[in-house]
């Protein structure tokens, strides 16, 4: 009992690591063109396509189980399958290179699926069966249980390829796709450097438009400040010659006033001179009179 416990955690062991192989190898097949679908942004995987992968995964591992508990085989010969190891190129991660990376990826991994599927529709074998086979029987198992596993292997990688072939477009439509996109990038670049030339003369023609309107401004300014200078300067000549005028015309008058006043002055210093002779000429003769008067008057009394 323990020799068949022991035999069969062995065979589950050895089919869990025959899992890890084929997960490692569809892993080994599939990351490449999941790269490059990653890098192709019109290549989009979808999830019904994951799943298909998930269940083809999970019924290889179940038919591995059956196959192996039935027969009672030590499943750790199959650990010779090798698988490439999947190799990551540095350019795939460079930011500046995703065009010449995904170009790269798109003529390798393009030949790569195109090599698995014939033109008549039949698929090449992944694994060298009859080496598998020779393999198997060589470690000690019967001729047709040696043929059911390679064939369980090997259905398990068509399906996962018949997948990956319904997921991965040909090399035809991806050039198609690329030429269209290269296309429409370069028609929308002539577009974008159309428009900046056309938005860079619209702003040149704006800013001499702007130069010249401030140009002429500064002129009218400039005539504007003239003229007012100009303007009072004459008013202040007028207002000057003005105030001289007033000026000579007052002068003139105080001359005249002044000369006026002058001959008054004379003359009525000339009527005082007269009346002063004429009350002195009748003061004189009133005196005579009466000294006359008196000694005639003397001369009557003696």
Do not use: W
């Amino acid at each position: 009992m323990r020799r068949k416990t022991r035999e069969r955690k062995r065979q589950r062991i050895s089919i869990r690591t025959t899992f890890d192989h084929l997960l490692l190898f569809s892993f080994c097949m599939l990351y490449p063109i999941g790269k490059f679908l990653v890098f192709r942004s019109n290549l989009l995987i979808t999830s019904f396509g994951v799943f298909n992968l998930m269940a083809a995964a999970y019924a290889s591992y179940l038919r591995l189980a059956r196959l192996g508990t039935s027969s009672g085989v030590n499943l750790s010969t199959l650990r010779s399958i090798t698988c490439p190891k999947p190799t990551f190129d540095k350019t795939l991660f460079d930011h500046h290179d995703i065009r010449s990376s995904s170009s790269l990826f798109r003529q390798s991994h393009a030949r790569f699926i195109s090599q698995l599927v014939k033109t008549n529709g039949k698929r090449l074998h992944l694994v060298d069966t009859l080496a598998l086979v020779r393999s198997l029987e060589a470690q000690g198992l019967p001729s047709q249980q040696a043929e059911a596993i390679t064939g369980a292997i090997t259905e398990v990688l068509n399906d996962s390829l018949g997948v990956v072939s319904q997921l991965v477009v040909c090399k035809g439509e991806m050039q198609k796709a690329e030429m269209t996109q290269e296309s429409n990038l370069s028609k929308f670049k002539s577009e974008i450097n159309s428009s900046l030339d056309h938005h860079f003369s619209l702003l040149q023609h704006e800013n001499e438009k702007l130069r010249n309107d401030i140009e002429r401004i500064r002129t009218d300014i400039r005539h504007e400040i003239d003229k007012v200078t100009a303007g009072q300067r004459l008013d202040l000549n007028l207002e000057k010659g003005r105030i001289r005028d007033e000026l000579t015309n007052q002068n003139a008058e105080t001359s005249n006033l002044t000369n006026k006043l002058d001959r008054e002055i004379h003359t009525l210093r000339a009527q005082l001179e007269a009346a002063k002779y004429e009350v002195i000429k009748y003061c004189i003769g009133t005196l005579v009179s009466i000294s006359a008067v008196g000694l005639a008057v003397l001369r009557i009394v003696m």
